[in-house]
């Protein structure tokens, strides 16, 4: 029996190659029997500021309110998404600022520096494409934006495994590499990892 994948595409513009590869992934997932949900964060409607920190949760708009049902739901998330400036896009960490929150994504112990993991059982996967080469992002930027992704925010709620596809210097790859990086995503999407 297949996975329960959500596929979240955290890039604000349309026609973009993470768009392409979120569709790969999604399509070999579905062809391999597993059940799919795709969430472009663009189209959502929601406020991507945490205005008051986790002081004083917002009300969540309809659409966050929906995608923590998908989370749920899931047991599998992959995250498709340009790296800017080192990291995710602003709206990307909006979204995840404003759905992973306590006592749905984490909670703490009312005594101690720890926490429960409200989302353990699942897996995921980040896929991110780069204009910087690879080793690169790596040994200079110690892969600053998956780490943060990886570690201070799916691992800290209990994901695990938690992998990484990163795809580098788009701007100079040839269509022809182009479409083999995307036959290889919806391979990855084939197998659920």
Known sequence: MGKKILIINGNPREGSLTDALAAAYAQG???AGHQVQLMVLRDLQFDPVLWNGY???QPLEADLQAAQEWIHWSEHLVWVY????GGPPALLKG???RTLLPAFAFKYHDKGPWWNKLLAGRTSRIITTMDSPWLWYRLVYRSAGT???RNAVLKFCGLKPVRSTHLDRVRFRKPEETRRWIRQIEQLGAKGR
């Open 29 to 31: 997932a579905r062809q």
């Open 147 to 149: 780490a943060l992704l």
């Open 95 to 97: 979204f995840i600022d």
């Open 82 to 85: 340009p790296t800017w400036w």
């Open 55 to 57: 002081h004083k949760i």
